[in-house]
């Protein structure tokens, strides 16, 4: 499973080209901006400095936007190269599997961490516009803690891309794992504890093995108001999440990699 | 080019099948909607009976905006709680006061595992209002107005907004609330009532007050007539307020009355007694000069 630093960011270059030459990205950004700024225009009780219900629109529609933006580029990745015929000259050049699949997942979260980027900016002006103060530090802790949980989510998209057959119906599940690990994660070890053995030792595992992609969750944080993360606490947070991501990545490339292509 | 002709007769058929079927469909749901519903808008068209539940959730948004975040999911377990917290006090705080040391979203308890534990500093996990911080309560005003844009009936979306409005200065606003909430639910004892607190703290128009407040009365005890557990708590509240009207223009025979009525339903009628036996010190003494 040796790895090649050079081939591996050529092929992300290859798959953050693909995704920018498609119009999803840009089709989401513009909805996102008119949206909010429709929002935005309501007068309130001759209130113009109120900017929560704004602040919470805009980061919701990023949310959802930035989740669906990475979950469909990176489940038909594999697939749409296996289905074209196209992986057998990819593989016919001195590249591993390994570095095609680390390769592709590589410019998935790069070219979603740049229009997550600009996603947040927009969110900074708006709300620095209305308040006329801006917390860099908590903006900057909730866009990288965006970012990382997206990676996670890459990582578990393409794991599901190299085992499941469709990639709408990897789409699908990947989009039901994390809506449901969002709401519920939290609460499974306290739920647990209502059941019945052996429920409570089956959700038990199941709270500590699975992913806490809330954790990353920094909404509620930026639209009240709150101080900035502890940087240690926050340090580790990243951690957990390139943790988890590395942990997904390397199942998906030990799957691809015995998985027979034809 | 045989067969298609059938397609297109079936294609016809179809067509004038749906027309008819949406006609009369039309004509049967306006009729029905008129029967519940004079004064409902284009939410109440598009929506039906799915704008009271929006509105009874943009509600519980703005009970959430009141709390800065720190809010029970379905998951935690609070004491029991019945409606909000927002409503429960900050809409009346002058006859109640708000206790924020025993707020009934306080569901704070020992973390169970070290996820809930390092979970604790990514979200809000300190309980404070949004009244503790300067202008803070300016946020949950768009939820109540969306709200009743949604549920126009939500009679606690208009007294809410119109009680944060007024501590934040603007009379203006809340008295143009309050009447939106009237022309939606003409006559409402406890939107009369807010709108004569108004004239009556804010604007001090003694005349206006007290006609508003008197109107306020005669609904409630009109609606109370064909009730069993009459809202005697705003009763309590519309007579204080008169009762005070009175006394403060030296009109104590109907101070007393007011008063008199307000000692049957009060916690504590020994208080009001002492009120009513000034007073009646106060007719003797004018009546002997």
Known sequence: MGVK?????????VSMREMYRRKDFYVVLILTVILTLAMGSINFFNEPSVAGYIKEICLLLIWIFA??????????????????????????????????????????????????????????????????????????????????MLGIVISMAFLGSVIFAAPSSNTTICLVVVVAIMVLGRHLNRLSLNMSEPMRT?????????????????RNLLVHNYPAVAWNKFFLLLIYGVGYSLIFTLIACLVFNRKRLR | MKQKIPTVYLIIL???LCFGLACDLDRWQSSSSRKQD?????????????????????????????????????????????????????GHP??????????????????????????????????VHADEIPRGQKEIL?????????????????TVAAFWLRSLGKINEAEEFL???????????????????????????????????????????EIAAKEKEPDTFLLQQILVHLAQIERDQKNYPLAIKYFEELKKYSPNPQAIQKQIDEMKEEMSKSAAN
């Open chain 1, 5 to 13: 630093l050079n081939n591996i960011s050529a092929l992300a270059g």
């Open chain 1, 67 to 148: 989740l669906v933006i990475a979950i469909t580029a990176s489940a038909r990745q594999i697939p749409s190269e296996i289905e074209n015929g196209t992986i057998f000259p990819l593989l016919a050049k001195p590249v591993t599997r390994t570095e095609v699949l680390v390769g592709k997942a590589l410019g998935c979260w790069i070219a979603t961490g740049v229009a997550l980027f600009i996603f947040y900016v927009i969110f900074a002006l708006l709300a620095a516009s209305r308040e006329h103060s801006l917390d860099f530090s908590l903006n900057v802790q909730s866009f990288l803690a965006h970012w990382i």
């Open chain 1, 202 to 218: 089956i959700v038990q595992v199941i709270y500590f093995s699975i992913p806490h992609i809330e954790l990353f969750d920094f």
């Open chain 2, 14 to 16: 179809l067509f004038v």
């Open chain 2, 38 to 90: 004079e004064s409902s808008g284009f939410f109440s068209a598009v929506l039906g009976e799915t704008q009271g539940l929006i509105g009874a959730l943009l509600y519980l948004k703005a009970d959430v905006y009141f709390h800065r975040g720190y809010y029970p999911s379905i998951f935690d377990n609070t004491s029991g709680s019945k409606g909000t917290e927002m409503e429960k006090t900050e």
């Open chain 2, 94 to 127: 002058d006859e109640h006061g708000h206790n924020h040391e025993k707020c009934e979203k306080d569901y704070s308890r020992e973390p169970l595992d070290w996820i809930d534990r390092f979970s604790r500093s990514f979200y809000p996990s300190v309980h």
């Open chain 2, 142 to 158: 768009p939820w109540l107005k969306l709200s009743a844009t949604f549920d126009p009936h939500r009679i606690e979306n208009y």
């Open chain 2, 179 to 221: 009447r939106d909430g009237l022309r939606a639910n003409p006559g409402n004892p406890e939107l009369l009532f807010e709108l004569g607190k108004i004239y009556k703290d804010d604007r001090k128009d003694i005349t206006k007050a007290r006609n508003i407040l008197e109107l306020s009365l005669a609904r409630w005890r």
